[in-house]
Nanobody, 127 residues
Framework: QVQLVESGGGLVQAGGSLRLSCEVFGRTVSNYGMGWFRQAPGKERDFVAGISRSGSDTVYADSVKGRFTISRDNAKNTVYLQMSTLKPEDTAVYYC????????????????????WGQGTQVTVSS
């Protein structure tokens, strides 16, 4: 059984930074493409960033390009989302997700492509 545990959320002022972590238990994270999604109250769950199994390919939503960076440390079975220049509209619950894929260079952006999800961590950006 695969378990994803997010951490690092919290309250931050606009312009500030946070780093989210997602630790994977039960399987080797190198077998998975990984993604971060977010969901604000009353809205759908949206793709934020994704990284391929190899770590060489990344994809970002337009709204976070240049501000967020996704990375992975397969030795630690952990994926990170570094968030900078945060805006109030970044306020949401952030979810980590794992996509079991045989392709090392593929990044999936649709939530239905992901097989496992964490419970989420709240990020609140005050103006």
């Amino acid at each position: 059984q695969v378990q994803l545990v997010e951490s690092g959320g919290g309250l931050v002022q606009a312009g500030g930074s946070l780093r989210l972590s997602c630790e994977v238990f039960g399987r080797t994270v190198s077998n998975y493409g990984m993604g971060w999604f977010r969901q604000a109250p009353g809205k759908e769950r949206d793709f934020v960033a994704g990284i391929s199994r190899s770590g060489s390919d990344t994809v970002y939503a337009d709204s976070v390009k240049g501000r967020f960076t996704i990375s992975r440390d397969n030795a630690k079975n952990t994926v990170y989302l570094q968030m900078s220049t945060l805006k109030p509209e970044d306020t949401a619950v952030y979810y980590c997700a794992a996509n079991l894929t045989p392709f090392r260079g593929v990044v999936s952006t649709g939530p239905r492509s992901y097989d496992y999800w964490g419970q989420g961590t709240q990020v609140t950006v005050s103006s």
